[in-house]
């Protein structure tokens, strides 16, 4: 069964606490992507990757860190400096990051901070 | 400032019905353009992509159209089911010598009633 999984698909946290999301692959992509989606707005990338060991900040990368030292996996953790994070977070992956590449999304965690 | 313009925001029609969908964009310079069907609480699923010199793209029931000059696309559905029910976004790729940048439109939420 390949694809993109992420867990867990519902997450709640208290304010003022760091949380990690997990995304993994088993498609052998090189690039890997965080999206956060807000209602009534498009997707807002947060962080990529390209490589393994290699990671580039999106356009609201404020908040949130990642790692990627294997290929198949790319959490995304989001800090308590993230002012707004209750969102649906996607993670996507594609063969290359070049501008034909199809993107793949995950199923998506919803994060609730209360 | 790069954008992707959908609408209408919402879209109620009958089962069996067809109806269009429309996208705006402001992205330059253009890589291609892709729909994806979102079903609430699941990742984007791609439609189709279009390229500059694609005026039209099919996918089953799902045609996609593309006019560069005026930077318009527009997702027409044939024949609806109660199964198309879902969000559908118009995404533009920036095109880069290094990298794919995605611009996504906040999408299209059709509903099919029977």
């Known amino acids: 069964d390949g694809g993109i999984t992420q867990s867990p698909k519902y997450l709640f946290r208290k304010e003022g606490q760091n949380v990690t999301l997990s995304c993994e692959q088993n498609?052998?992509?090189?690039?890997m992507y965080w999206y956060r989606q807000d209602p009534g707005q498009g997707l807002r990338l947060i962080y990529y990757s390209q490589i393994v060991n290699d990671f580039q900040k999106g356009d609201i990368a404020e908040g949130y860190s990642v790692s990627r030292e294997k290929k198949e996996s790319f959490p995304l953790t989001v800090t308590s400096a993230q002012k707004n994070p209750t969102a649906f977070y996607l993670c996507a992956s594609s063969q290359t990051s070049g501008s034909f590449d199809e993107q793949y999304f995950g199923p998506g965690t919803r994060l609730t901070v209360t | 400032k790069n954008q992707v313009e959908q609408s209408p925001q919402s879209l109620i029609i009958l089962e069996g019905k067809n109806c269009t969908l429309q996208c705006n964009y402001t992205v330059s310079p253009f890589s291609n353009l892709r729909w994806y069907k979102q079903d609430t609480g699941r990742g984007p699923v791609s439609l189709t992509i279009?390229?500059?010199?694609?005026n039209t793209k099919s996918n089953g029931r799902y045609t996609a159209t593309l006019d560069a000059d005026t930077k318009q696309s527009s997702l027409h559905i044939t024949a609806s089911q109660l199964s198309d029910s879902a969000s559908y976004i118009c995404?533009?790729?920036?095109?880069?010598?290094?990298?794919?940048?995605?611009?996504f439109g906040a999408g299209t939420i059709l509903r099919v009633k029977s």
């Open positions: 279009m390229t500059f010199s694609e």
């Open positions: 498609l052998n992509h090189d690039a």
């Open positions: 995404v533009v790729s920036e095109g880069r010598e290094y990298g794919n940048k995605l611009v």
